[in-house]
C-alpha cells in the first residue's frame, strides 16, 4: 500500500497522535512516502457517471456487472467489484443503483474494498479511527449532504442487506462518509476533473502552515512527498491543510470548519506572518503598520501599533474585513470596481494584506484572460503593464510563505513571466524598447523561467506541474533563442 522510505519512521504521541519524523538527515527534493490511494472517488455532488477503472467521464456500463460505468478506453474494472453484482451477494440488486445514485459511487467502492478478503486490511487504518458523530449531526451542510447523496439512497438501494457482516446502520455509513472527506486530497483524472483520492498516510501528516514537505499528485493518483527544506533527524513531517496566501484569521477559521483544528504553528503564532504584515493595517495615528496581539494558544486578540501604541479593537478590524469581504463578492469580477476597491482600502491596510492581495489575483487573472481573448488585436501596454506590477507585487509573498522548494513560488514565477516576455514584446515591436533594453529584459526573463523549472523540477511528469515545467521550458527556448538573436 505505502512504502516508507528509509528516511521516516513511525511515531506517536498524544497531541498529534500517530505521525511521521525524519529518522536521518533529508535533503530538499528527497523523496519521503509514495502512496498508492487506497480509493479514488468523485465528489459526493458529481452527476457525470465516471468509469469504474480509471475516473474519466463514462457513457457505458460493464456488460458483465452492469453497474459499474466504464468508458471507451477500459474494458474491465475490479474483479471483485464487478463479481459482486454479476454473480456474487449483489446480484439480485437493482442494477441501475449507480445511474440514479452516482453520490454514492465512493462509499459503495469502500464497502467492497472492506468486504473483499484481500483488501479488508488496507482499510484498517482508515476505519480503525473512531469517528464522534455528535461532533458532525449538527454541523453546516455537510452532515445533511451525505444524508441525502450517499446514506439514504445506500439504506434504500437494499444493499446493506447484501453485507451483513459488515452490520451497516445509517450512522456507519457516517461515519464513513465523514472518513472518506477527511483521508482525501484532491486529485485530477486525464480528462482534469478533480475527484477524492483516499490517502491513510498522506493524510496522517499533521498540519503546519508552513510545511516542510511538499506533495505531489500525478495523473495515475499517485502520491509523492518530498522533502520542501532540509530535514534534521527527529524533525515532524509536516503537511499544510490551508492556503498560504490566506492571512491568519482566514486560516485558522478554514482549519477549524474542515479539521476541527486551533493552529498554533510559528506561522500563526507571529503577528508579522514571518515578515510578510499580511494581516496588518496601516496606523491612523503615525503611518506605521498595526499588527495583530496574539496568545500562546494563538488566539487573536485587538491590533496594535509597536511605534505609537494606538489601538485598534479586534471588532474594529472585523468588520473592515467583512466590509471589504462583501464588496470582494459583490465585485462579481469588474476590473474596474476591483481597481477601486484597491483605492479606497489600499491606505487602510498593509501592501501585503491578505485582502490586498486578493483583490491583485483577481485583477492578474482577469488582465490574463483578456490578454488571450484580444491576442489578435493589439493588446493594451497599459494593462500589460498593470499585469506585470501585479505579478510582481505578489512575488516576494509567495517567497516568503511557502520556504524551499514551492509551487506556490513557482507558479507565481510563471504569471510574471508570461506577463513580463508579453509586455517586452510589445514594447520592441512598437519601438518603445531599444535592443538593448529589450535584451536585459529577456535576461531577466530567463532567470525567471530558470528559477521556476528549477523549483518544479520533482514533481512528476505525469503532473499538472509537470506539464506547467514543459510550458516554461518552451518559453525559455524562445527567449534563448532570442537573445542569440539580438545579442547577449
Ligand atoms: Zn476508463
Ligand atoms: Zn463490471
Ligand atoms: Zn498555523
Ligand atoms: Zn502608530
Known amino acids: 500500500?505505502?512504502?516508507?522510505?528509509?528516511?521516516?519512521?513511525?511515531?506517536?504521541?498524544?497531541?498529534?497522535?500517530?505521525?511521521?519524523?525524519?529518522?536521518?538527515?533529508?535533503?530538499?527534493?528527497?523523496?519521503?512516502?509514495?502512496?498508492?490511494?487506497?480509493?479514488?472517488?468523485?465528489?459526493?455532488?458529481?452527476?457525470?457517471?465516471?468509469?469504474?477503472?480509471?475516473?474519466?467521464?463514462?457513457?457505458?456500463?460493464?456488460?458483465?456487472?452492469?453497474?459499474?460505468?466504464?468508458?471507451?478506453?477500459?474494458?474491465?474494472?475490479?474483479?471483485?467489484?464487478?463479481?459482486?453484482?454479476?454473480?456474487?451477494?449483489?446480484?439480485?440488486?437493482?442494477?441501475?443503483?449507480?445511474?440514479?445514485?452516482?453520490?454514492?459511487?465512493?462509499?459503495?467502492?469502500?464497502?467492497?474494498?472492506?468486504?473483499?478478503?484481500?483488501?479488508?486490511?488496507?482499510?484498517?487504518?482508515?476505519?480503525?479511527?473512531?469517528?464522534?458523530?455528535?461532533?458532525?449531526?449538527?454541523?453546516?451542510?455537510?452532515?445533511?449532504?451525505?444524508?441525502?447523496?450517499?446514506?439514504?439512497?445506500?439504506?434504500?438501494?437494499?444493499?446493506?442487506?447484501?453485507?451483513?457482516?459488515?452490520?451497516?446502520?445509517?450512522?456507519?455509513?457516517?461515519?464513513?462518509?465523514?472518513?472518506?472527506?477527511?483521508?482525501?486530497?484532491?486529485?485530477?483524472?486525464?480528462?482534469?476533473?478533480?475527484?477524492?483520492?483516499?490517502?491513510?498516510?498522506?493524510?496522517?501528516?499533521?498540519?503546519?502552515?508552513?510545511?516542510?514537505?511538499?506533495?505531489?499528485?500525478?495523473?495515475?493518483?499517485?502520491?509523492?512527498?518530498?522533502?520542501?527544506?532540509?530535514?534534521?533527524?527527529?524533525?515532524?513531517?509536516?503537511?499544510?491543510?490551508?492556503?498560504?496566501?490566506?492571512?491568519?484569521?482566514?486560516?485558522?477559521?478554514?482549519?477549524?470548519?474542515?479539521?476541527?483544528?486551533?493552529?498554533?504553528?510559528?506561522?500563526c503564532l507571529d503577528p508579522t506572518e514571518m515578515g510578510t504584515h499580511m494581516s496588518s493595517l496601516k496606523c491612523k495615528e503615525c503611518g506605521g503598520f498595526s499588527v495583530c496581539e496574539i496568545d500562546s494558544n494563538g488566539k487573536l486578540g485587538d491590533w496594535r501599533c509597536p511605534d505609537c501604541k494606538a489601538l485598534l479593537t479586534a471588532a474594529e478590524v472585523h468588520e473592515l474585513q467583512a466590509e471589504v469581504g462583501s464588496a470582494l463578492v459583490d465585485a462579481m469580477g469588474d476590473l474596474q470596481v476591483y481597481e477601486a476597491l484597491l483605492t479606497q482600502y489600499g491606505p487602510l491596510l498593509h501592501p501585503n494584506h491578505f485582502m490586498l492581495l486578493d483583490i491583485k489575483q483577481n485583477i492578474a487573472s482577469i488582465l490574463r484572460a483578456a490578454a488571450l481573448m484580444t491576442a489578435m488585436d493589439q493588446p493594451c501596454k497599459k494593462l500589460l503593464a498593470r499585469r506585470v506590477e501585479l505579478c510582481s507585487d505578489l512575488l516576494p509573498v509567495c517567497r516568503a510563505v511557502v520556504p524551499g522548494i514551492s509551487k506556490l513560488y513557482a507558479i507565481g514565477l510563471f504569471e510574471y513571466l508570461l506577463a513580463l516576455v508579453e509586455l517586452v514584446e510589445l514594447q520592441f515591436a512598437e519601438s518603445d524598447l531599444n535592443k538593448k533594453e529589450y535584451v536585459a529584459h529577456l535576461k531577466t526573463a530567463s532567470l525567471v523561467a530558470t528559477e521556476a523549472m528549477d523549483l518544479l523540477r520533482f514533481e512528476p511528469e505525469n503532473s499538472a506541474e509537470g506539464y506547467l515545467a514543459d510550458r516554461i521550458s518552451m518559453e525559455l527556448e524562445r527567449i534563448e533563442s532570442d537573445l542569440k538573436k539580438y545579442g547577449r
Not at 439504506?155 to 452490520?167: A, F, I, R, S
Not at 480528462?191 to 490517502?199: N, P, S
Open 1 to 267: 500500500m505505502q512504502e516508507f522510505g528509509e528516511n521516516i519512521q513511525q511515531a506517536h504521541d498524544e497531541k498529534l497522535g500517530r505521525h511521521l519524523v525524519a529518522s536521518i538527515s533529508i535533503e530538499p527534493g528527497d523523496t519521503i512516502l509514495e502512496e498508492r490511494p487506497l480509493l479514488v472517488a468523485p465528489h459526493w455532488e458529481c452527476h457525470q457517471l465516471k468509469c469504474a477503472q480509471c475516473l474519466q467521464e463514462s457513457y457505458v456500463i460493464c456488460r458483465r456487472c452492469q453497474v459499474f460505468p466504464l468508458c471507451m478506453d477500459c474494458s474491465q474494472h475490479d474483479e471483485f467489484e464487478c463479481e459482486f453484482f454479476a454473480s456474487g451477494a449483489g446480484k439480485a440488486l437493482c442494477k441501475d443503483i449507480l445511474v440514479k445514485n452516482f453520490g454514492i459511487c465512493g462509499l459503495l467502492k469502500l464497502l467492497l474494498l472492506l468486504e473483499n478478503p484481500n483488501t479488508q486490511a488496507d482499510c484498517q487504518m482508515l476505519i480503525g479511527v473512531p469517528i464522534n458523530l455528535g461532533d458532525y449531526r449538527d454541523g453546516e451542510g455537510m452532515w445533511q449532504e451525505h444524508e441525502e447523496l450517499v446514506v439514504r439512497p445506500l439504506m434504500e438501494c437494499g444493499l446493506v442487506d447484501c453485507l451483513p457482516t459488515q452490520q451497516l446502520t445509517s450512522d456507519i455509513l457516517h461515519a464513513h462518509c465523514i472518513r472518506i472527506d477527511s483521508n482525501s486530497f484532491e486529485v485530477t483524472a486525464k480528462d482534469g476533473d478533480t475527484l477524492k483520492g483516499v490517502f491513510v498516510w498522506g493524510a496522517t501528516l499533521p498540519h503546519h502552515c508552513v510545511p516542510n514537505t511538499v506533495v505531489a499528485l500525478d495523473e495515475q493518483f499517485n502520491m509523492k512527498l518530498y522533502a520542501a527544506v532540509p530535514l534534521q533527524p527527529g524533525d515532524i513531517i509536516y503537511n499544510s491543510y490551508t492556503n498560504p496566501l490566506m492571512g491568519t484569521s482566514q486560516r485558522q477559521h478554514q482549519l477549524r470548519l474542515s479539521r476541527r483544528l486551533e493552529c498554533t504553528c510559528t506561522r
